[in-house]
């Protein structure tokens, strides 16, 4: 893909990433935050998202998506009926699908291009409230997690509001689930 995108003219390119290149710091973390992926998928996507910065002549602009929630993607389905789920205490990290697609196209519009963006809801409750909840609302059986707290991070934007203005989905909200 890189050799790719060097053959031709453009004048900004837009990467889809993850915030999974933090790993997990037990701290919170914006985009000024140095990436410490802690997964091979981290590793690779941190590794793109360099190479994409260093090799291209054009403006290179990263979204680091949170995990993804919306239209077939049920939180409530994603730890149904498992027991023993670790990290009950640890904050979510989450964004939904509208919110990554009315703010790329709002990245896009301001051409706002050439900066690194966090793209995560503000809210954070713990993993156990959070999915307890969507089970619950959604008709799955409800996850038993416990009560600890190992590896986490809260994730923010230092960019967002601040630079970019945008009102996230409400992750709490039952109608999202």
């Not at 789920?85 to 964004?95: S, W």
């Not at 959604?138 to 934007?157: C, D, H, N, R």
């Not at 960019?159 to 992750?171: G, R």
Request: proline share 6%; glycine share 8%; hydrophobic share 35%.
């Amino acid at each position: 893909m890189l050799s790719e995108l060097k053959c031709r003219r453009f004048q900004s390119v837009i990467f889809i990433s993850s915030i999974g290149v933090y790993g997990n710091p037990n701290k919170e973390v914006t985009e000024l935050e140095p990436p410490q992926p802690d997964t091979g998928s981290g590793t690779v996507l941190l590794d793109a998202e360099l190479r994409l910065k260093t090799e291209l002549s054009t403006a290179v602009t990263i979204l680091r998506f949170a995990g993804l929630i919306g239209p077939g993607r049920h939180p409530g389905r994603f730890l149904a009926g498992k027991k023993g789920v670790e990290n009950g205490v640890a904050p979510v990290n989450l964004v939904h699908l509208h919110d990554c697609t009315g703010l790329t196209r709002k990245i896009i519009d301001l051409k706002a291009f050439g900066r690194t963006y966090n793209i995560c809801a503000p809210q954070h409750p713990s993993r156990e409230n959070y999915y307890t909840r969507a089970a619950a609302i959604g008709g799955y059986e409800i996850p038993q997690f416990k009560k600890e707290l190992t590896k986490w991070k809260t994730v923010s934007s230092v960019y967002i509001p601040s630079e970019i203005t945008w009102n996230y989905l409400d992750l709490t909200e039952s109608s999202l689930f």
